[in-house]
């Protein structure tokens, strides 16, 4: 999904602008969203997806690892939430998973275990 369209629905949910400068708290919580949405319905980096609203990736990072509690302790925050990522996903045009991409993915994964698993052992000599 592109991240100007989630941009866009997060501004008109919140009444807000995300992109703008400020530590304010609504801005923060739904600049989390934001992140959230973009992270699990495009296939960006949190570089990119940070940098779309003016921030890096360890302010996405950050603020997902805040949203979680946010949305345990904040009722209206929760349902602001829900009901957002029910209006994207519902538009979200999941895609089609074939065996080959699947085995592609997987073959990926297992280079890089092997890798990390040896830069590993390398630092615990």
Do not use: P
């Amino acid at each position: 999904m592109e991240l100007e369209y989630l941009i866009k629905k997060v501004n008109k949910h919140f009444n807000c602008d995300i992109t703008q400068n400020s530590r304010e708290r609504e801005l923060v919580m739904a600049r989390a969203v934001y992140f959230w949405l973009a992270k699990y319905t495009s296939k960006k980096s949190m570089k990119k997806i940070g940098a779309a609203v003016g921030r890096d990736h360890a302010s996405v990072v950050y603020a997902l690892s805040n949203l979680d509690n946010w949305i345990k302790w904040d009722d209206f925050f929760r349902v602001d939430f829900e009901t957002l990522k029910m209006i994207v996903l519902s538009s979200y045009e999941t895609e089609k998973i074939t065996a080959e991409s699947l085995l592609y993915k997987y073959n990926n994964l297992v280079i890089e275990n092997d890798v990390l698993k040896k830069q590993l052992k390398k630092y615990q000599k």
